[in-house]
């Protein structure tokens, strides 16, 4: 059975740092691409940053560049975000993605929110 949980979301003011972490199980981890996506109240969901199966491929949205970081760890199985200098924008559900040709995969989800 194929899990993927995120944790690490919470409360912080703006200007603070989160990291996200996103556990899999149940598949062949280094074989698939990793998505981080995000979706705010009453927004669709947006693909946040990217990684590739080795790590060697990163790519972020405009919206994040500077201040958040995408990373894999393929002994743990898991993919972190490090989201440095939030701000009351980046409030969302961000949720965990792992893709490998038709495989596509989505964690249930962790609250982020960036308020004072």
């Known amino acids: 059975q194929v899990q993927l949980v995120e944790s690490g979301g919470g409360l912080v003011q703006p200007g603070g740092s989160l990291r996200l972490s996103c556990a899999a199980s149940?598949?062949?981890?280094?074989?698939?691409?990793m998505r981080w996506y995000r979706q705010a109240p009453g927004k669709e969901r947006e693909l946040v940053a990217s990684?590739?199966?080795?790590?060697?491929?990163?790519n972020y949205a405009d919206s994040v560049k500077g201040r958040f970081t995408i990373s894999r760890d393929n002994v743990k199985n898991t993919v972190f975000l490090q989201m440095d200098s939030l701000k009351p924008e980046d409030t969302a559900v961000y949720y965990c993605?792992?893709?490998?040709?038709?495989?596509?995969?989505w964690g249930q989800g962790t609250q982020v929110t960036v308020s004072s």
């Open positions: 149940g598949v062949t981890f280094r074989n698939y691409v």
């Open positions: 993605n792992a893709e490998w040709g038709t495989n596509n995969y």
């Open positions: 990684i590739s199966t080795l790590g060697r491929s990163r």
